[in-house]
């Protein structure tokens, strides 16, 4: 499918879904005009290969066109950060089994190395919906900033440099609150027995 | 917990956390300042120096009268007020690496001109380095950073307490050793407090308007309470100290110059070589006491008789002192070429 990128948004994000909804492939256009460089920037950030980061897109793309209808959207962007997240970490575990890669995604991952133990067959009936609603909990309590390093740095995989020029501080700071937040994290999943 | 299981969950996110990321980054994105400039730090750092050296510059001509008639147990005047120089010379050794230099200084110049920039920066000499130490403190213990801190903050003040009493006792015979330790702490601790503050508020709070206010606040209440600490113990302390109005002139200007030295320190310290740091404060100390005492022994004359003794201690003390800056300098440098290249 040939995309068009050069003309600058003009179009809603509910004149998008409508658009989904009625079948027409405007959408994608319009979904590549708006979102093209975020999309990528999130697969970028797991995958770390230009290559799968397009095919994670094209991928994202005709997820998307699959699942509206007869989802309806009330924020696209969040819908697509969703569905390129799934894509490209499929993609990265799929790489993964063949070599080891160096992305952002992974040294994030590596952060959280304190959570994960050996204890599968404890927490294997647990299920991930649950663990999702508790760190949602979670995220939700915390104030915006810790919110946005968190999202930032977990969902996006944005690096800390960035995360640390978007907020305006410095990159000192943004750990500091990285850990901070780990720590939050941790003892509420403790509380909440997933931890031991 | 599995790691697959982790990375499932947070792509389950709720919808709702999502969509206020993206507001905020979009708010983020509208109000985006300006790209900072390092040089802005820098230059504030030489332009509080400078403010150090204009203030005393200005301070000077009407605080010398006569020094080198009588040598230096003479008198300065001050708006009428008596300064003995003995005082001053006392005064000087409460700042642990600086004292050294000064009197090094003083050797060098063999006069009063220094002086008074000299104390004022006495006066930032210890909540300098006990703010590396603090920094380091924090850095290096995530876990046990509160006690590690009070820890610190009771080596400053037992460090004080010690030093005041040692000195007291050996001149006075401990006449004046509690009120001279009680001034010398509550100094101590105002200091630790507005360092420990601005620092606090660096890490934690640098865009948080209403804790700027708060901090601000703060000092200027301590202000006004070392002021009036000041002039209620100026009768006492005037007797042999001479800690009177000139302090109480000088507290104020010293004071606001070390919350913005402090400020700025906190933008521009790091952790590298504070081993070494805290082992020169420690050296400093020593030092100082050392010093202290065998000037105090023989109160008109200066160190030249035994340079050889003088010279290890202010070599020492100076080496560990500019091995610091390096080491804060190079950092620096190093920050900025790994930024360059993430760039």
């Not at chain 2, 509080?48 to 147990?73: H, K, N, Q």
């Not at chain 2, 010379?89 to 690496?97: D, G, K, L």
């Not at chain 2, 702490?185 to 948080?208: D, M, P, Q, S």
């Not at chain 2, 100290?241 to 004071?255: K, Q, V």
Request: charged fraction near 20%; hydrophobic fraction near 50%; glycine fraction near 4%.
């Amino acid at each position: 499918m040939e995309l068009q990128t050069n003309r600058t948004a003009t179009m809603s994000d509910e004149q998008i879904v409508e658009l989904y909804w009625q079948r027409d492939e405007q959408a994608i256009k319009e979904t590549d005009i708006k979102y093209k460089k975020f999309l990528l920037s999130v697969a970028m950030n797991i995958v770390h290969d230009m290559c799968d980061s397009e095919e994670c897109l094209n991928d994202t793309y005709i997820g998307t066109w699959n699942a509206i209808p007869p989802a309806r959207p009330v924020a696209l962007q969040a819908f697509l950060g969703s569905i390129m997240r799934r894509t490209a970490i499929d993609r990265f575990r799929a790489n993964k089994r063949q070599k080891r890669i160096a992305s952002e995604f992974t040294v994030s991952l590596s952060e959280l190395e304190d959570f994960i133990a050996d204890d599968d067959d404890m927490t294997a009936e647990i299920e991930t919906k649950e663990l999702a609603k508790s760190i949602s909990n979670f995220v939700s309590s915390l104030p915006d900033r810790q919110m946005f390093i968190f999202v930032s740095r977990y969902y996006i995989a944005d690096p800390i440099s960035t995360i640390s020029k978007e907020l305006g501080c410095s990159v000192s700071t943004v750990k500091r609150e990285i850990e901070a937040i780990k720590i939050g994290l941790k003892k509420h999943l403790e509380s909440e027995g997933y931890l031991l | 917990m599995t790691q697959e299981k982790l990375i499932d969950a947070i792509t389950d996110l709720d919808s709702g956390i999502l969509n206020r990321y993206f507001d905020m980054k979009a708010n983020l994105a509208a109000k985006k300042k300006p790209k900072k400039r390092t040089w802005v730090k820098w230059a504030s750092l030489a332009a509080c120096f400078a403010l150090i050296i204009t203030a005393s510059m200005l301070l000077y001509p009407s605080v010398v009268e006569d020094i080198s008639s009588d040598g230096y147990e003479n008198l300065f005047l001050f708006g009428g007020i008596t300064v003995n120089m003995n005082s001053i010379f006392w005064a000087f050794f409460i700042a642990p690496v600086f004292s050294v230099v000064c009197t090094f200084l003083m050797w060098l110049i063999d006069s009063g001109i220094i002086i008074l920039p000299l104390w004022l920066i006495r006066d930032l000499c210890i909540p300098i380095l006990h703010f590396c130490i603090l920094k380091r403190c924090i850095m290096k213990n995530k876990i046990q950073k509160k006690s590690t801190i009070w820890l610190v903050i009771a080596l400053l003040l037992v460090t004080v307490a010690a030093d005041s009493f040692v000195l007291e006792y050996l001149i006075l015979k401990g006449r004046l050793a509690i009120p001279h330790i009680i001034f010398r702490l509550i100094w101590a601790i105002l200091c630790g407090l507005f360092v420990l503050g601005h620092t606090l508020v660096e890490r934690f709070y640098r865009n948080n308007i209403h804790c700027n206010i708060m901090v601000a606040v703060g000092s200027t209440i301590a202000l006004c309470i070392n002021a009036f600490m000041t002039y209620l113990l100026a009768p006492t302390l005037a007797t042999k100290y001479a800690i009177d109005g000139i302090e109480l002139f000088l507290m104020p200007l010293s004071i606001i110059i070390l919350s913005v030295y402090s400020h700025l320190l906190g933008r521009i310290m790091t952790r590298r070589f504070m081993f070494v740091k805290l082992t020169g404060w420690l050296l400093g100390i020593i030092a100082s006491e050392f010093v202290t005492l065998w000037l105090l022994g023989t109160p008109r004359i200066l160190p030249t008789e035994d340079k050889v003794t003088t010279i290890i201690w202010i070599v020492v003390s100076a080496f560990v002192f500019i091995w610091c800056l390096v080491g804060v300098f190079r950092t620096y440098l190093e920050n900025r070429k790994i930024q360059r290249s993430k760039e």
